[in-house]
């Protein structure tokens, strides 16, 4: 089955205790994204990635740090999570050019 | 200025009927693609329909339709025949000429209500 899967879908943690969440899609798609959602503020792009070795920010990538050593996998890195980076994260992948699928979404709350 | 307008908060239909949702878009590219996804209260996003700007027709799948007004920068989404399983979340979302980064940019999103 086709499929973006983030892992954990829910995590509390602390603030400053560094955390990852994964992603991996099946589908061989050369694009990922992740997004945060947010009340009020809808979804926003923090970084996204057109091929392996290659990242680049999106509109919100302070406190944050991603990776693309491999096609299906694009972590997301929280060095040092703070409060204001509690959020819904979604992953998201794509062929060039195409429709995103998104995964189940993580949620993240920084005490 | 906004990107995309979801001027709907909330809606509610009756099951069985047609439901419209509705979405603005501002861009001055000739190319962009308009999205819609769904979020249950699970939480997750799920793809429902996608239009081109230079698809000549609307797109559909099937009980998703939208309705693609070009020349006033609407994309509207029309459900018909809700299902109760339809109460969730609506997000439009535009993907602007070739963006290289993919970002979609989404509107604030529409909750609708299926009534029984």
């Keep these: 089955e086709a499929q973006v899967t983030q892992n954990p879908r829910y995590l509390i943690t602390v ?8 992603c991996s899609q099946n589908m061989n798609h050369e694009y990922m994204s992740w997004y945060r959602q947010d009340p009020g503020l809808g979804l926003r792009q923090i970084y996204y990635s057109m091929n392996v070795e290659v990242t680049d920010k999106g509109d919100v990538p302070e406190g944050y740090k991603v990776s693309r050593k491999e096609k299906r996998n694009f972590p997301l890195i929280l060095e040092s999570p703070s409060p204001n980076q509690t959020s819904l994260y979604f992953c998201a992948s794509a062929r060039q050019g195409n429709i995103q699928y998104f995964g189940a979404g ?6 | 200025a906004q990107k995309i307008t979801q001027t709907q908060p909330g809606m509610f239909v009756q099951e069985k009927e047609a439901v419209t949702l509705d979405c603005t878009y501002d861009t001055s590219d000739p190319s ?3 999205f ?15 239009q081109g700007s230079y698809d000549q027709q609307n797109a559909t799948e099937g009980r998703y339709s939208l309705n693609f007004q070009k020349a006033r920068k609407s994309a509207n989404l029309v459900i018909s025949a809700s299902q109760l399983g339809d109460s969730a979340m609506y997000f439009c979302a535009m993907r602007e000429g070739n963006n ?3 970002m979609l940019t989404f509107g604030g999103g529409t909750r609708l209500m299926v009534k029984p």
């Design chain 1, 15 to 22: 603030t400053g205790k560094k955390l990852t969440v994964t």
């Design chain 2, 32 to 34: 962009y693609g308009l």
């Design chain 2, 100 to 102: 290289a980064g993919n």
């Design chain 1, 106 to 111: 993580t949620r993240l709350s920084v005490l």
């Design chain 2, 36 to 50: 819609w996804y769904k979020q249950p209260s699970s939480g997750e996003m799920i793809f429902l329909i996608y």
